[in-house]
């Protein structure tokens, strides 16, 4: 019990919204576009509705790939449509992961042969 008190206390509380989503565009330089899914119920029929919004996010690494489930956070306006920053990467889509592979043993090919070449 005491722990758990000690690690909640040891957290900052920065006030700031946060939301979880999917990344749905990566093709701006630090910057991402985060879906993020809600469901409410219908004020008048009851029925649950799904609505979506996006966010636009600064991504500083450009570390996030479509699919990926992110966390983002709140932050002052960095640009017209900027207003939140990417805080974590929940998990990473498998396709994404994949395609990451794939673009880093071709880089790494690529390095190579420019060394082969220069050498």
Do not use: F
Not at 2 to 22: F, L, S
Not at 80 to 108: N, T, Y
């Amino acid at each position: 019990m005491a722990e758990t008190i000690t690690n909640t206390a040891a957290q900052k509380k920065t006030g700031r919204a946060t939301q979880v989503g999917q990344v749905v565009s990566t093709k701006m330089d630090k910057t991402i576009v985060v879906s993020v899914d809600m469901k409410k119920a219908h004020a008048l029929y009851r029925r649950v509705i799904r609505r979506s919004k996006k966010y636009y996010a600064h991504d500083e690494q450009n570390q996030a790939l479509v699919g990926d489930i992110v966390r983002i956070e709140e932050t002052r306006p960095m640009s017209k449509l900027k207003r939140w920053r990417l805080l974590e990467i929940v998990r990473r889509s498998a396709l994404a992961a994949h395609d990451d592979a794939v673009h880093k043993a071709e880089k790494k090919e690529r390095r190579e042969k420019t060394e082969e070449s220069a050498g």
